[in-house]
């Protein structure tokens, strides 16, 4: 669910210290997309997938990204009403779940060092 060696290559691409607030804007961004995906528009919703499947892959949310990209797909095909957004939605709390859960000790860093309230 999450590819734990892109997230430590990030975490050396920003730096120990960037990489705190790269995650808190990659959560109340995705979050505020995912809170307002609307299947009835396709071209908008085509958009959003593109931005949140980019965003996921980047921070080693790997089957949330690969679900970003099926409803990217969809949504380009005009097909957006095959989206299930409840395991879209419920896909991308498990793995923000996960993530915070072992974000410190996947890093290597001292608990309470690297985690996003």
């Known amino acids: ?11 050396n691409e920003v730096g120990p210290e960037e990489f705190e607030p790269v995650l808190e804007l990659f959560i109340d961004e995705v979050e505020e997309i995912v809170m307002r995906l609307d299947i009835s528009d396709a071209g908008r919703l085509a958009r959003d997938m593109h931005f949140l499947k980019g965003s996921a892959w980047n921070l080693g949310f790997s089957e949330f990204g690969a679900l970003c990209q099926q409803g990217e797909t969809l949504a380009i095909r005009n097909r957006s009403g095959d989206l299930n957004l409840e395991e879209f939605v419920a896909c991308y709390s498990t793995s923000k779940q996960i993530f915070m859960r072992d974000l410190a000790h996947a890093v290597g860093a001292e608990p309470g060092r690297t985690g996003v309230a």
């Open 1 to 11: 669910m999450i590819d734990w060696n892109r997230v430590i290559e990030l975490r």
